[in-house]
């Protein structure tokens, strides 16, 4: 078994391989440490569910790694995957050189980024003081830097949260968070912490400008009745709208979801090369450490049947999106399999705020349909159906129904 990455899902999977005697599990990291991003989030809560104590980011990553270890896993760092080839073969580059890893199975487990400056279109000046959430926390935490004072934080997704929590680490006092909808896109926690915090927010703020020579001076938005506002600030600090890093999968011969932009897999977490499992981060943006912790756990379970002689049958459904509210739904793919259990639930974005009803459609007609009122980025779990309980049909359609 070889696993690429070794974050929360990737150290819990090869864990519960070993586990289930499973026999040589190696794990590649292209950082010199595994543990994943936690390991720069010097702050609580972490490992509530998995060690029943609350633990500080590098501290949860510590421990994933020694269970892994304490379990036989290998664990190979400053080890890079450059190529995934057909039939779980590895091209493989690290201090001695490029080689070649040949596995029985591999799983992807890579995870996500935010998306860069560029990636969303920010325009105006380009002086120093401009950083993502996770480059500030590779700062702060691993190097002790302080890149400013009084930064705007852009976005309000859950890890604006992490990154109010890593600049107060060094003293950094955000003067405002920034949103571009007309809601907040973390859940109604994050309002009242910001006031505790006495931390501004401004929604409905669109088209963002970064002013500054050498460095960040202010930043202009437009207001929704289309006034500028300013905001004298010395920082940027540019939060989620998170992406899976998939750049190895898109070079490689599987298949890439356009909705997800991670894998296409079918319920128990198979890419379209079979012998390649995906879990975790990369299969959608973006969960929490300790759900993508739980979701490593269950595909190893799968990735454990599946070794032992699981039979997986030639009938297969194709999911699609029918409706432009829908961002994507995971997984992409029905597979017809015996003594499996594969995914209980579907996952679904949005695009839009949506209140209507969410309806699944098969060839026969409709499979299954539930009011909705939901809003983009959150999580939305429905139930999962089976396409082959009375009869097979060949597609299932989800689409809103207003």
Avoid at 59 to 70: C, G, K, M, Q, V
Avoid at 105 to 128: K, Y
Avoid at 278 to 303: D, F, H, K, M, Q
Wanted: hydrophobic share 40%.
């Amino acid at each position: 078994m070889a696993i690429v990455g070794g974050g929360p899902a990737g150290l819990a999977l090869a864990a519960e391989l070993r586990r289930l005697s499973i026999g040589k599990v190696i794990v590649l990291e292209r950082e010199s440490r595994a543990g994943g991003t936690p390991r720069h989030c010097g702050h609580y809560p972490f490992g509530l569910y998995e060690y029943m104590r609350l633990l500080k980011g590098p501290d949860y990553a510590r421990r994933n790694l020694e269970s892994a270890i304490l379990r036989g896993v290998e664990v190979r760092t400053d080890t890079t995957v450059t190529a995934l080839q057909p039939d779980g073969v590895l091209e493989i580059l690290n201090g001695k050189g490029r080689s070649i890893l040949r596995a029985d199975r591999v799983v992807l487990c890579t995870g996500v980024r935010e998306s860069s400056r560029a990636q969303r279109f920010i325009g105006g000046d380009r002086p120093r003081g401009v950083v993502t959430t996770g480059a500030l926390q590779s700062m702060v935490y691993l190097k002790g830097i302080k890149p400013f004072e009084r930064p705007v934080i852009l976005g309000s997704e859950l890890v604006s949260l992490s990154a109010i929590q890593t600049a107060a680490h060094l003293g950094i006092k955000p003067v405002a968070i920034v949103e571009e909808e007309n809601h907040l896109i973390a859940r109604s926690i994050l309002r009242p912490y910001l006031t505790l915090k006495s931390i501004p927010l401004h929604l409905s703020a669109t088209n963002p400008r970064i002013l500054g020579q050498e460095k960040v001076e202010a930043l202009e938005y437009t207001n929704k009745d289309g006034s500028r506002q300013l905001i004298e600030t010395d920082g940027i600090i540019i939060s989620g709208r998170f992406r899976p890093e998939a750049a190895l999968l898109k070079a490689s011969h599987l298949a890439v979801d356009a909705g997800t932009g991670g894998p296409d897999i079918d319920q128990f977490g198979r890419c379209t090369d079979p012998v390649y499992y995906a879990t975790g981060n990369l299969l959608r943006p973006a969960e929490t450490s300790g759900y993508c912790w739980r979701e490593g756990v269950e595909t190893a379970r799968r990735i454990a049947a599946d070794l032992n002689g699981s039979e997986f049958g030639t009938l297969s459904v194709s999911v699609h999106v029918a409706d432009p509210a829908i961002r994507y739904v995971v997984p992409q793919r029905l597979t017809h399999a015996n003594g499996m259990d594969g995914m209980n639930r579907f996952y679904i974005s949005l695009k839009e705020p949506v209140n209507a009803s969410l309806a699944i459609h098969g060839d026969q007609g409709q499979l299954w349909k539930r009011r909705l009122n939901a809003r983009p980025v959150r999580r939305i779990e429905i139930p999962m159906i089976d396409p082959f309980r009375n009869g097979h049909t060949s597609a299932i359609h989800f689409s809103i129904q207003r």
